[in-house]
């Protein structure tokens, strides 16, 4: 007499939730704890930014330009005399939010995509073709293209970043759905008639949450260094808002005699991308149980 199992054969596959995920070791792992450390006070230097700086990054006084570190301007001024240490706070923001609204809409459009290329079998070749169109055309050109007809602004940069990114996140998907349509209990639903929306929600939807929170942070980092290069090449975000692309580019000129103004910018947007990295890592290494099995 056969015994009847309770559960469908493969319904362990779903990933874990957070909260298991936490006490499993996210929060010990030494990647996570240096990636987020330095992201929380990163953001932390963003938002307060009007207060931690010491005065308006746009003010200018040319009598102080390239002047070394004082009580009044802690890390010394630029051509224009502006206060480099306030232009370099200030610019942490743009970094952040290009960083996140980018990994944000890169993952979303790319998870619906990727989940009806993956399950729908006549969408998959149109859609991968025109997918690997897109990743035909350097991510850089495609962005310096879009701002060149639409003129330069923060919402044009972060939709010239994340189109570049979206084909990337839908071959992931993609990869993981076409995986999981072949397991016994997704077969088992179409078979008793589930409706391909909730086979999607239910079954197939989880198994790709672990892996694109992983992809998200290297979005994330890509994106911005991507702002930086574009900012650095005055394609990116107008010259009148503060970044650490667009600062580093205007201190190039001033380089031998003034070197801070390209390596302070430099350096936390090093760090920026290290810490989204990092974190990245750790995140695979926590959430992926193959992995797990190999640490």
């Known amino acids: 007499m056969s015994v009847i199992p309770r559960t469908l054969p493969g319904a362990d596959a779903v990933p874990a939730p957070p909260s298991a995920l936490v006490r499993g070791g996210l929060l010990r792992h030494p990647g996570v704890l ?3 450390a330095v992201l929380v006070l990163l953001a932390v230097m963003a ?4 207060w931690l700086g010491t005065g308006d990054p746009l003010a200018l006084d040319p009598v102080q330009r390239l002047k070394g570190p004082s009580e009044t301007y802690w890390l ?18 743009i970094s952040l939010i290009v960083g996140i609204t980018v990994a944000t809409l890169a993952i979303s459009i790319g998870l619906a995509i990727g989940l ?3 399950y729908i079998r006549w969408l ?3 859609i991968m073709r025109f997918m690997d169109g897109l990743m035909a055309i350097p991510g ?3 962005a310096i293209a879009l701002i060149a007809l639409t003129g330069a602004s923060l919402l044009t940069v972060v939709v010239a970043i994340t189109i570049p990114d979206i084909p990337r996140v839908v071959r992931l998907v993609r990869s993981v759905v076409l995986t999981i349509r072949e397991e016994p209990y997704v077969q088992a ?3 008793v008639g589930t409706r391909m929306p909730s086979i999607l929600v239910k079954h197939v939807l989880p198994n790709t949450i672990a892996p694109l929170i992983v992809q998200g942070t290297y979005v994330a980092a890509s994106a911005i260094l991507a702002e930086a290069i ?4 005055g394609a990116g975000i107008p010259p009148e808002i503060p970044t650490w692309g667009n600062i580093m580019a205007e201190g190039r000129v001033y380089f031998v005699i003034a070197p801070r103004i390209i390596l302070l910018p430099g350096i936390f947007l090093a760090l920026t991308v290290l810490a989204v990295n990092v974190l990245g890592d750790g995140l695979r290494d926590t959430i992926d149980p193959r992995m797990s099995k190999r640490v």
């Open 140 to 142: 850089i050109l495609l």
């Open 189 to 191: 639903a179409i078979a």
């Open 230 to 233: 574009l900012s650095f090449l």
């Open 34 to 36: 240096f990636g987020g």
């Open 76 to 93: 010394g001024t630029d051509f224009y005399g502006r206060d480099l240490y306030t232009r370099v706070v200030y610019g942490a923001r």
């Open 116 to 118: 009806l290329a993956g």
């Open 124 to 126: 998959d070749t149109v």
């Open 47 to 50: 938002v307060l930014a009007p």
